[in-house]
């Protein structure tokens, strides 16, 4: 069967389990009761079923409920955050049944690798990010949950782009050419890229971080593992779920630019005549950045159905999202629709469905680029002011003084299209074989095309006209498909339980991209389709196509062990077989053990009536990291000129290469208190990662400038805390808070053999390299000079020498490490308020302790050219005697004034008002009559505002981190700023609605 085939097959047994609903109707007497919490409040919603039967019913807005049942029948009684209790019937008319929230019953059911088991017998580290969580802000990205809300992840926008990235590290980074990102489990379907995602469709997020719980995922595991399940219908509540919002968006702050003015003293200063005129500043005084930054939007709406009966459920629904940025052409969309359908189709076995279908659309600006190389954000801060939007022929307006062009060439002279397309779905099936003994058989598909469309205006930018144009286009389509067969056996005697897991998986993925690409087009054709343009003999680059293939067979199994609820243990492993590596060195297997002692359960404990519950928890495991690699790394490849057909060497690789395997230890404390009302949960660990992949330079008759091998070493230690808390709790007025702090110190304690220093990243134009690889510190070491004041009669900038002498002219061996851009610890702080009706939810997020190199202002207050400056070079040194700490213009060119040094380095330490929402849950009783079950407006602030001593547009950024970077420039250029897209405050004002 070909790939079409097999996606309709997958697509047709989605929906033949979508209507699978089987329904019986029994009854014999009616019995009525009330439904509550801990408090005595009602609970509207809660589902009330029949023990074993399909017949249900839910609470209403006072917890009342009426159902019809045998008079010895069981009722189930259950609801979102509270344990599911079963009572008789036989205890009398009317009932009232007390539910208890899950975090003091402490039986709430966490998912994590190949299962889910109950919070209070997790043995490892994990942190889980709940739907509610997810809700309360306007996520595009579903990375962002975990930003501020999960302990020990550490999380950073690389662009405020619609559509962009993020850096997202799980307890620090153990590689340095290798892949640092987490593994993304989806409804049991691994995978690198979650961005297409509806955040709406998702239930929890399970960060697995510790190697004990993230082991059995072996060579990908490394980076830690994000668990990411879906929704699913809830048998006898059918609800149909209306949400929406709409938001209008804001740059944070501006950065002020000289006026035409005061860029007329500046210029004709710089270049010591009269170069700017009287007549050309009242001709034009532009203030570009106002010109180019604008109000954006960012809208969403999604409706879901979901619900079923005993036997089937499901949940299906439909998203919009669009995204358009402060700075324009930038915008993002996404149309996405869901379907997950569980089926009991007999008592042994049990049939599920998750599909999810998605169309993005991005629409790129070049940022994270110098002036003279059309970044949009530093082309806003240094077109000078008299440059008119447009010269009289129509194209682009030019600074004359350096030639090069205002930020409309970056916005209207190209665009930079991405079509993404991607169906996920799988298929699963649960046998009961015996009591107890279960196998599961999964089969999963990933299948994306994507398209990047590419056009260079032949007539409106400069380099338009000396190209006459540029296009291209390339289209790649990937198919990654998964089998997972396990079986699974769970026993109880006496006080033990046991559990037990083997399987084995495999998954295979083939990826084919095409690039077809040209210049030189005739005028004739500007304004034909894209298409056409391509029929056109003007074409003069031959088309290329790549085709990458991996494959990965692995086997794992899992003890778990548990004694009178107090002893518990667990151990895993997992063999894995890669195709990334030579056959000598495909196979691994990875071990991991973990233990936990709950204190609480012990009779010396039993008259602490403080303590509800105390638990330590230790645990080892190593787990592996082929992230990141390269599908044919191991093998040395060659270039074919499509042309001449002369052979030339691509590359050089050892086949040698193998997998990094860190080994990680973990001791952890969860602790609740006072009956729930004060919980703490605290973790150290320390990983160590051998084989660590780098690039290491070559001598120049190698002709290779680098070769991969696995010759470093690197090493994470760190804390982290997450605390809760009930501070009210009364009828009408609740408050909670939660807050987790995560430290963690990063260090290459080997970099190869012979080598200790390494100077070539974190690239500045025109200045070098900002950033050094350095053993015995963390990645992201900033490597520059000590700027040490101005010089009052020369109005040079003044450096620091090795000798400590002071000097305008410093040699290279006078640099030092100046920082890092790692931050000492990372912050989230939580405040739910809950009055009556009213909810106040308050969300700050930080950094504390990393530093930023300001490339942006390095460039706005460097004044080697006529580019435009910052505000601040006004006080610049003008003559002999002035007392200033902005040095003078540069007539000759030399950059000597603004070097990588200290005065560029920034304090990047931020604390954000990440989200402000107030909402409003309507009465009940009004809503009956209009036909909804219940309604909730809300207006939410995001990004409001940061308190921060950076001096750029935002202290979150990371110019390298983007995705079509290298993994050196990702894992090592950390904290450098070269004019990002800034990140945007947005007012935003929503509904919810759920229908009868």
């Not at 107090?566 to 890669?578: E, H, T």
């Not at 490849?637 to 080994?663: D, F, K, Q, R």
């Not at 200790?756 to 070491?781: D, P």
């Not at 929402?917 to 009783?925: G, I, Q, V």
């Amino acid at each position: 069967m070909n790939c079409t085939g097999k996606i309709l097959s997958f697509l047709l047994l989605s929906m033949c389990l979508t209507f699978l609903s089987i329904t019986t109707n029994a009854q014999n007497q009616t019995f009525r009761g009330t439904v509550v919490d801990t408090s005595g409040s009602p609970i509207l919603g809660a589902s009330v079923f029949v023990k074993g039967t399909s017949f249900g019913t839910t609470s209403n807005s006072k917890g009342e409920f009426t159902i019809s049942a045998p008079s010895n029948a069981i009722l189930s009684v259950s609801f979102v955050g509270y344990k599911t209790r079963e009572v008789s019937v036989g205890l009398g008319s009317p009932l009232k049944v007390i539910l208890v929230p899950l975090n003091i019953a402490l039986n709430s059911v966490v998912v994590v690798a190949y299962g889910t088991q109950q919070e209070k017998d997790i043995t490892g580290a994990v942190s889980v990010v709940t739907s509610k969580q997810i809700a309360q802000r306007p996520i595009v990205n579903l990375g962002e949950a975990l930003q501020g809300q999960a302990a020990g992840v550490d999380v950073v926008s690389n662009s405020g782009k619609p559509g962009a990235g993020l850096t997202i590290r799980v307890r620090g980074s153990s590689s340095i050419s290798a892949g640092n990102d987490p593994l993304y489990v989806v409804d049991g379907i691994p995978m690198s890229d979650i961005s297409t995602l509806d955040p709406n469709d998702i239930a929890s997020m399970t960060v697995l971080k510790d190697a004990a719980s993230a082991a059995i995922y072996g060579t990908r595991a490394a980076n830690g593992v994000v668990v990411i399940t879906t929704k699913k219908g809830i048998p006898g509540k059918n609800t149909i779920n209306f949400s929406g919002y709409y938001g209008i968006s804001s740059t944070t702050r501006m950065l002020p630019v000289l006026n035409a003015n005061q860029y007329q003293a500046y210029a004709n200063e710089q270049k010591g005549q009269t170069v700017v005129t009287d007549s050309m500043v009242r001709a034009n005084n532009i203030n570009w950045p106002g010109q180019v930054f604008q109000d954006g939007h960012q809208q969403s709406y999604q409706i879901s159905f979901s619900g079923g009966n005993e036997k089937t459920q499901h949940y299906i629904s439909l998203n919009y999202m669009d995204q358009v940025g402060i700075i324009k052409p930038a915008n993002y969309n996404r149309l996405s629709g869901r379907v997950n359908v569980t089926t009991q189709a007999a008592k042994w076995l049990k049939l599920s469905t998750n599909t999810t279908i998605t169309q993005s659309h991005t629409r790129d600006v070049t940022d994270n680029a110098s002036v003279a190389r059309e970044g949009v954000v530093l082309s806003a801060l240094e077109t000078p002011p008299t440059v008119p939007e447009f010269a009289p022929d129509g194209t682009i307006g030019i600074n004359p003084l350096t030639g090069w062009e205002n930020p409309l060439g970056a916005i209207l002279g190209r665009y930079n299209k991405n079509l993404t397309d991607r169906l996920l779905s799988d298929v699963d099936a649960q046998v009961k074989i015996y009591k107890g003994l279960q196998f599961e058989s999964r089969f999963g598909i990933d299948y994306g095309n994507f398209t990047d469309t590419y056009f260079l205006d032949p007539f409106l930018t400069s380099f338009g006209r000396q190209t006459e144009g540029q296009q291209s286009r390339t289209t790649t389509t990937n198919l990654t498909w998964l089998s997972e067969q396990l079986l699974s056996y769970k026993a109880n005697w006496g006080k033990s339980s046991f559990s037990a897991l083997a399987g084995w998986t495999a998954q295979d993925s083939h990826t084919l991209g095409t690039t077809i690409s040209g210049s030189f087009l005739k005028p004739a054709f500007r304004f034909l389709s894209w298409d056409a343009m391509y029929q056109r003999d003007s074409i003069k680059q031959p088309g290329t196509t790549a085709v990458d293939d991996w494959a990965l067979i692995s086997y794992l199994g899992r003890i778990s062990y548990s004694y009178d609820n107090k002893y518990l243990l667990q151990a895993n492993i997992r063999q894995d077989q890669s195709s990334k590596f030579a056959p000598g060195n495909r196979s691994a297997t990875f071990p991991s053990v973990s233990a936990g002692w709950r204190i609480s359960q012990e009779k010396f404990m039993q008259n602490v009536s403080a303590i509800s519950d105390l638990k330590l928890r230790a645990s080892w495991g190593q787990n592996g990291n082929q992230g990141g690699i390269g599908s044919y790394s191991y093998l040395p490849l060659s270039n074919v000129n499509p042309v001449t057909g002369a052979v030339t060497a691509a590359t050089i690789a050892p086949e040698s290469l193998t997998w990094e395997t860190t080994s990680q230890t973990d001791i952890g404390v969860d602790a609740t208190l006072f009956n729930g009302i004060l919980s703490f949960s605290g973790d150290y660990y320390f990983k160590k990662t051998k084989n660590v992949l780098i690039n290491i330079p070559l001598p120049s008759q190698a002709g290779f400038s680098t070769a991969p091998v696995n010759a470093a070493s690197m090493q994470n230690t760190g804390e982290e805390f997450l605390i809760t808390s009930k501070n009210i709790d009364k009828h009408d007025l609740k408050w909670n808070t939660s807050l987790n702090i995560s430290f963690n110190q990063n260090k290459i304690t080997r970099i190869g053999e012979g080598i200790k220093f390494m100077n070539a990243y974190g690239g500045i134009y025109t200045r070098g390299n900002s950033i050094a690889l350095v053993q015995g510190k963390g990645l992201g070491e900033f490597y520059g000079y000590i700027a040490d004041g101005v010089d009052p009669q020369t109005g040079h900038q003044l450096y620091l020498t090795q000798k400590g002498t002071k000097t305008d002219n410093p040699l290279p061996s006078d640099r030092v490490l100046m920082g890092s851009a790692q931050p000492t610890f990372v912050y989230g702080l939580n405040n739910d308020v809950n009055y009556k009706r009213f909810t106040l939810t308050v969300f700050i997020e930080g950094s504390q302790g990393n530093k930023i190199f300001n490339a942006g202002r390095l460039e706005a207050e460097a004044m080697v050219n006529s580019a435009n400056q910052s505000e601040a070079v006004i006080n610049r040194w003008q003559k002999p005697g002035d007392i200033t700490d902005m040095p003078g213009v540069s007539t000759n060119g030399s950059t000597n004034n603004s070097l990588i040094s200290t005065r560029f380095l920034e304090n990047g330490s931020y604390l954000r008002f990440k989200t402000i929402t107030l909402s409003y849950e309507f009465d009940p009783k009004v809503l009956s009559g209009i036909g909804l079950r219940s309604a909730t407006a809300y207006v939410s602030a995001n990004n409001l505002f940061t308190v921060t001593k950076y001096k750029g547009f935002d202290p979150e950024v990371n110019s390298y981190g983007t995705p079509g970077n290298s993994n050196d420039d990702r894992n090592i250029s950390l904290g450098v700023d070269n004019g990002a897209y800034p990140q945007s405050k947005m007012i935003i004002f929503g509904v919810n609605f759920n229908l009868k």
